[in-house]
């Protein structure tokens, strides 16, 4: 990790945990304080340090804050301005309310157990850590937390912040830093030792792996969470062009690498409906653009994208003189991004690096059964919806929010907040038992 | 024979410099803008028409998943199928032409060139893989087909069926029988079938020592679900089990989609006397660049990037073709660092709840 300084030489936080000494020490002092929490502490008083620790990082002039945009950043091609909406979408959402519901969903699923909860994030999306902290906290377990090499700073720094409030807190949240690739055995085994459960995030193939790796060193309860795939919804009568600025940055956030960007966005209505929603999106993706110029990714996720551009200016091209209105492909100057109009409304990941298909689908049942069809590996919805005109607010339609439920979305919300999910969203929707050791 | 099929099949008998080249291929560009309604659409996508294109380096090269689209007339009489072990066989690449004069002049050239390049006369041959007879809709199976009738001294045998299973023990008995012979061998082989013949070698028969200057070329490489060796595993291999040194062993790399091939320089280069790292190589009337896959420009030499061919065998369909395999430029060709394949699956949230056996009586 690179230097945790202020331009002073002030240590900002303390960084991650990197030695075998350092972990026993650090869980032995979370043992103490964990002890004291759960005997003394109310929720409410948990919940409160966890929110004001939160508003902290809204502040623009936050020090933790403009130190974790510039790293996140460095480390991840993502634009600046575009990690400080994330962050500011991730701490807007530490909210008192958001905490309780995350309590109650905890004590009622029963998922606290004594002890250590580790969680090895994935770096696509920042952030990932903020969350899993409130849910150790909330349910009195010390949280491990070892951040993706290319999410450096957000987890240690966030519990700097936590520490202001509530030390034993702070103390209770122990950031660990080992290369997957290198790797540090002693120090990995120590923590998942130390783990009644393990969460490990990341792409299928990582966390497989890794489980492999981890499954010797723990008789605790594992959780794999690996690839998943969201989609939006512009449900018949709500505003085209309100909607695709919604989706815009949701599709463009994080460069489309996290389980909640939509890769195909259905549009209730004819196929009319879909081409202006599609033009509409091109418009709006090429103003994200100008406002966070996008990321590259790796040669072969470059590739990949480079794929579907294909496909999707091929379809267009070979569907032309027999129906000419069922595939549209608009593509950005220099690839910037690609809308792709497909006569095709499956639920399916694409390559994201602002590439999303647009496909119409006839009615509402049409639309749920397309999204069911994604089940058990659907994640999000982001709807644009009807009431009103308003197609920002999903609430409106609370009939459509049950049906997306029912059809397996994890996440049902308005369209341009599809990245700032509640911090009680669980990518499963429920709580994993406790672990009996 | 038309006037413009006549001009390629001169140039790939008498390959003329870069000045040739670049007008012949300005010229097949004009023919394949008027003839191809798909790629005259995608240039005009681009603005790009003929009278505006002075270099061959800018005749825009259309992708060659372009295949899939439906790219030909219906009624052409030669028409070559991809397998579709990439994407699925929904998903095959389908290049139909009136004539295959330049398709086989292109092939048997650069063959000669580069697996001939020695001059071994007559060879004993084997496949193992397509053939015309087989796969008559394969590309790849009409090229060994004709390289086969090219080596052969007579001693032709095909072990691969049209079921795409090979006869591993009747290629074993064969090459048992070449080995107690002068007469050196050709291997002509998918790299999958090659790989059961090592194994089967391996764990049941032994080395089998073939005569000198047999060769062997591999093509296909890891590209599908098939279990095949990596390139340096072939390598390896071939001298374990078959006493065939590195240097006459030749993959190849071509497409369904391009008429012209490429092969590793390795016996071309040591016949020649000249001293360069592996690379693939082209024949004359093709030309190769490498570009970024995110902006499509051309990359720094050495740097990896998408291979776009332009071919001019291919000058019934579309020769400037953008591929999705990957490759980086070295010696006079290049290496070839991954074909197109499916993508990995990504996120950061599928559930998959696992409770370990051990120690865990809870349940999720």
Known sequence: MRAIMAHDSQPLFEPPISTRDQLDSALRAAERCRRDVTAAYSTERIASALARAAADWLRPDEPLRCFAINEVARATGFHRDMVATGIDFIFSAVTANGLERLAQAEGEDDATGPGAVFYALAGNVPGQGVPAIARSLLTGSVAIVRDSERQPAITAAFRETLGRYEPALAAMVLPVAWSHRA???????????????????????????????????????????GARVSAGLVAAGADVAKAARGFAVDVAMYEGRGCLTPHVILVEGDVARASALTDALG?????????????????????????????????????RSDRPDAE???????????????????????????????????????????????????????????????GTNASDDRGLSTALRTAGATLVCPAGRMQAPPVDWRPDARAVGTSRR | MTNLESRVLDFIREPGGEAELNELALTVFAHQYEQVPVYRRFCQRRGIEPAGVVRWEDIPALPADAFKHGLDAADRPHVFLSSGTTAGPEQRSRHAVESLAAYEASALAHFRAMVLADEPGPLATLVLGPTTISHPRSSLGRMFSWCADLCSNGDTLVAFDSDGRTDVAAAVTWLGEKSRESAPVLILAV?????????????????????????????????????????????????????????????????????SQFYDDALESRASGRLSPRAKVGPPWVRT????????????????????????????????????????????????????????????????????????????
């Open chain 2, 191 to 259: 790299t999958s079938a090659l790989t059961a013949v090592f194994e089967a070698l391996r764990d049941r028969h032994g080395p089998c020592r073939l005569p000198a200057d047999s060769r062997i070329v591999d093509t296909g490489g890891r590209k599908g679900s098939a279990h095949a060796l990596s390139p340096n595993g072939v390598l390896k291999a071939a001298w374990r089990w078959l006493h065939v040194p590195a240097y006459l062993c030749v993959n190849e790399y071509g497409m369904t989609e391009m008429f």
């Open chain 1, 183 to 225: 790797g540090d055995r002693a120090l990995e085994s120590a923590v998942i030792e130390a783990a009644v459960r393990v969460e490990l995030y990341g792409s299928d193939r990582t966390v497989a792996d890794l489980a492999a790796r981890y499954r010797a060193d723990s008789s605790g309860v594992f959780e794999l969470h």
């Open chain 1, 283 to 319: 418009r709006e993706l090429a103003a994200c653009e100008a406002r966070w110029p996008r990321a590259r990714g790796s040669i072969e996720e470059e590739r990949d994208r480079r794929r579907f551009i294909d496909d999707a200016e091929m379809s267009a091209l070979a569907a």
């Open chain 2, 289 to 364: 660049r490498i570009v970024d896959p995110a902006t499509m420009e051309p990359v720094a030499p050495g740097t990896v990037g998408l291979l776009r061919h332009f071919d001019l065998a291919n000058w019934e369909s579309v020769s400037a073709l953008q591929t999705l395999d990957l490759g980086r430029e070295v010696g006079i060709g290049f290496e070839l660092r991954g074909r197109a394949a499916g993508a990995e699956a990504r996120g950061c949230s599928a559930l998959v709840t696992e409770i370990l056996d051990a120690g865990a009586d809870g349940g999720a």
């Open chain 1, 328 to 390: 549209h492909c608009l593509i950005g100057p220099s690839g910037a991004w690609c809308v792709h109009q497909s006569s095709d409304p499956t639920i399916m990941l694409g390559p994201g690096l602002r590439c999303i298909r647009v496909a119409a689908v006839a009615d509402r049942a049409a639309a749920i059964a397309a999204l069911g069809a994604a089940k058990p590996l659907l994640a999000g919805v982001g709807v644009a919806g009807a009431t009103g005109g308003d």
